[in-house]
């Protein structure tokens, strides 16, 4: 069964710190992967889209890795601010279809 | 301002009831998606339409429907409501029959309490 995985589920980190979200997904055969941030009561807005052959992508102070070979991806977050609190959903694309398949997100409040 | 328009923003029904959700696509693109956010749920995947045509099916309940309109506006129909209906439902739309290539853009949504 296609699914994508998130974790931690919540996080909680100070202003100005780092932090790091992981995503395992066994989408299959797969075509892309995504990194969504999805504000409270809003839709998600695309963060960085990466295909096969691409293991690192940033956006700014956001910075998402693919390891294809373990199904596994992450996004890290430099330098956090407040705006930065928002659910971030990875968001895998599933080749044959192009099917997109959805995690459930990291929930990340960064505090003051 | 994503340039995907949901009306309402806000839907408060009683079970039984039937609703009509709509989504105008952002300008220029022909395809829109339909798709539902329960509490703590990742989204979930109903319905797409293509340019009018209906071009790939979900988890989208029978009692539940929808079309795209000759102007790419699209409807999504909710009939015989539960309260486990009651989720965040997303619009999103993309230039062509996939976002694959240019990427998917979605509305502010409509959350839909059934009570």
């Known amino acids: 069964k296609n699914q994508v995985e998130q974790s931690p589920q919540s996080l909680i980190i100070l202003e100005g710190k780092n932090c790091t979200l992981q995503?395992?997904?066994?989408?299959?055969?797969?075509?892309?992967l995504r990194w969504y941030k999805q504000d409270t009561g809003r839709g998600p807005v695309s963060l960085t889209i990466?295909?096969?052959?691409?293991n690192t992508k940033s956006n700014g102070r956001y910075t998402a890795t693919l390891d294809a070979d373990t199904k596994q991806s992450s996004l890290h977050i430099t330098a956090s601010q407040l705006s930065d609190s928002a659910s971030y959903i990875c968001?895998?694309?599933?080749?044959?279809?192009?099917?997109?398949?959805f995690g459930t997100g990291t929930r990340l409040l960064v505090s003051p | 301002d994503s340039g995907v328009t949901q009306t309402p923003k806000h839907l408060i029904t009683a079970t039984g009831q039937r609703v009509t959700l709509r989504c105008s696509p952002r300008?220029?693109?022909?395809?829109v998606y339909w798709y539902q956010q329960s509490l703590d749920q990742g989204l979930q995947f109903l319905i797409q339409?293509?340019?009018?045509?209906?071009?790939a099916k979900g988890n989208i309940l029978e009692r539940f429907s929808a079309q795209q309109f000759p102007d790419l506006h699209s409807e999504l129909n909710l009939s015989s409501l539960e309260l486990g209906d009651s989720a965040l439902y997303f619009c999103?739309?993309?230039?062509?029959?996939?976002?694959?290539?240019?990427?998917?853009?979605f509305g502010s949504g409509t959350r839909l309490t059934v009570v």
């Open positions: 995503c395992n997904y066994t989408v299959s055969p797969f075509s892309n």
């Open positions: 339409y293509y340019n009018g045509e209906e071009r």
């Open positions: 968001v895998v694309s599933e080749g044959s279809k192009q099917k997109l398949v």
């Open positions: 300008s220029g693109d022909l395809s």
């Open positions: 999103a739309s993309s230039v062509e029959g996939t976002g694959d290539n240019y990427g998917y853009t």
């Open positions: 990466m295909t096969f052959s691409e």
